[in-house]
């Protein structure tokens, strides 16, 4: 199913190959394990994207369900589902679409055995519901629906439900019973919007809408037939099915998340893929091989007993980007906090502030860098809801727009919907994100060798990043060129071991500073200190 998906990925979510202008650098690094497949996507080697595909995933945006209808609520003018949940999903009457009836009609002639062999082009269409009707004049209690999963179950929340049904492919997405033919507004050319329109709808059947993706750009006439008709046979395989199933059951199943993913990131930007398991190795590279021989040599195996994420780095940026403090350069953080309907980010100068610079230009510089960190941590931990951001506080509007100027330009690209305010007289930014999947969460804390477990400390694997940053501001904010640090035991037996390349002597050719390190008993693990030649700290 991956690599199924992996076609359709490829040319169906992003641009085209020969569209793409290679501006950053991507990697995709695909850890598979027996229970789910890990995958990390990093632009000029940064970690931006982060998702697991768990082997037991059920309940997938995209799938197509018959549900039974189990409860209705006139008060939220919606009803309960039973599509095969543990808790029944949710439908609102706004979800139905104005072809709901028509819909409806398919599906009593599929359920049907004497009626089954009309055609379904020939089935008449239905008058659209009133946009503003109640649940109970369309919906009734034990009645079959045919549905689609909006929105996966997210914490104690059923899967949501849509019956306006969409069956994307790599140029289009068919919708049975639209009957209308969209162009993507990303083809720009006039001329091809209209050629690509008249094309379509010659060759649409009967009850048949399509939405006319932004990589059919170009494409001939044969390659869109045959991937229309590919449609319309996974829709009328629905249709003949029906008759013959009990519900709930998943009539259509959609890509997986892996293949989601790669569908919609994949793309000529790519320098490196790099896998760990070789049936999905032959199946990527045979994949490439396919569609861009050229790009062939950039999927590589991986088969070193070191786990792949630690090999890469990757794991440390893991355990730095999602813990609740989330630092930066130049000594800034953010502390992140997560409520069920909402998360709440705090930004701090750390008190690293430029001293030639004025408080206002000094907030501004740490909330521009926030603003990019704070793109990332959203897609990165696909946070969704409402987010409220507290910058640091500035009174000049033209800052506060460059600020606002700033995180939508770092959002530019979001495959999730989202909206943006401006900041507020006391800084505060408010940003809505699409929630349609549970958020990624990851327990950064782990157990301090030192207390034996009794208490928690930080993700120790980016204490040698705190430390390095430290060092910059300690040279720079007391102008010396040696100075000694003490440290724990087993972080100074790690800074310093190798004779010839060490963290230590790494430092000391990078700074162009003398750099002695010193263990300390009584020093927690995570504890550290900088002193010059007469022992006197150098605080920073």
Not at 265 to 287: C, H, P, R, W, Y
Not at 435 to 446: A, F, G, L, N, Y
Request: aromatic fraction near 8%; proline fraction near 3%; charge should be positive.
């Amino acid at each position: 199913m991956l690599f199924r998906g992996l076609i359709k990925f490829y040319k169906n979510g992003g641009k085209d190959v020969s569209q793409q202008v290679e501006e950053i650098q991507s990697e995709l690094y695909i850890d598979v394990r027996s229970s789910e497949i890990n995958i990390a996507l990093l632009h000029n080697k940064k970690l931006v994207e982060l998702n697991k595909e768990h082997s037991n995933i059920e309940f997938s945006v995209g799938d197509i369900y018959l549900g039974n209808v189990k409860r209705l609520m006139p008060g939220l003018n919606a009803a309960f589902v039973d599509v095969g949940y543990k808790k029944d999903a949710f439908l609102h009457y706004l979800d139905l679409g104005a072809g709901f009836q028509t819909l409806n009609k398919f599906l009593h002639i599929g359920l049907s055995k004497k009626q089954r062999n009309i055609k379904f082009s020939k089935i008449n269409t239905e008058p659209d519901i009133d946009k503003n009707g109640k649940i109970t004049d369309v919906l009734s209690v034990g009645q079959y629906v045919l549905v689609q999963i909006a929105k996966e179950p997210i914490s104690s929340k059923g899967p949501r439900l849509s019956c306006e049904i969409s069956i994307a492919g790599r140029n289009l997405v068919l919708m049975p019973f639209v009957q209308k033919v969209s162009v993507s507004q990303k083809i720009k050319s006039v001329e091809e919007r209209n050629r690509l329109r008249n094309l379509i709808e010659s060759i649409t059947p009967n009850n048949y809408g399509v939405i006319i993706r932004t990589v059919a750009d170009t494409k001939m006439v044969a390659e869109l037939d045959r991937e229309l008709n590919g449609l319309i046979e996974k829709w009328e395989t629905v249709y003949r099915n029906l008759s013959t199933v009990k519900h709930p059951k998943l009539m259509i199943g959609e890509v997986n998340r892996t293949t989601a993913i790669l569908r919609d990131i994949l793309n000529s930007s790519f320098n490196q893929i790099v896998v760990n398991d070789e049936a999905t190795f032959n199946g990527i590279k045979d994949f490439i091989s396919e569609i861009a021989p050229e790009k062939e040599k950039i999927v590589k195996l991986y088969n070193s007993k070191e786990p792949i994420f630690d090999h890469f780095g990757i794991e440390k940026q893991i355990k730095t980007a999602f813990g609740k403090t989330v630092p930066m350069r130049n000594g800034a953080y953010l502390i992140i906090e997560h409520t069920e309907a909402a998360h709440v980010i705090d930004v701090n100068s750390g008190n690293r502030s430029n001293s030639e610079q004025d408080q206002e230009e000094n907030a501004t510089e740490v909330n521009l860098i926030a603003a990019e960190e704070i793109a990332r941590q959203l897609k990165l931990r696909d946070m969704g809801g409402i987010i409220v951001v507290d910058f640091i506080d500035i009174h000049d509007e033209k800052n506060k727009r460059k600020i606002y100027d700033k995180v939508k330009d770092c959002m530019d690209g979001d495959r999730a919907k989202y909206h943006i305010t401006h900041l507020s007289k006391f800084c505060l930014m408010e940003i809505t994100r699409q929630r349609v999947r549970p958020e990624m969460e990851i327990k950064t804390s782990e157990k301090c060798p030192c207390c034996k477990g009794t208490g928690k400390i930080g993700a120790s694997i980016s204490l040698t990043d705190e430390i390095e940053n430290s060092i910059k501001y300690v040279i720079k904010k007391h102008k010396t060129k040696n100075i000694i640090i003490k440290t724990h035991p087993f972080v100074h037996a790690y800074i310093t071991k190798g004779v010839i390349k060490s963290i230590r002597k790494t430092w000391q050719k990078k700074y162009q500073c003398k750099i002695g390190v010193f263990p300390m008993m009584a020093y927690s693990y995570m504890e550290f200190h900088f002193f010059n030649a007469n022992d006197e700290e150098l605080f920073y």
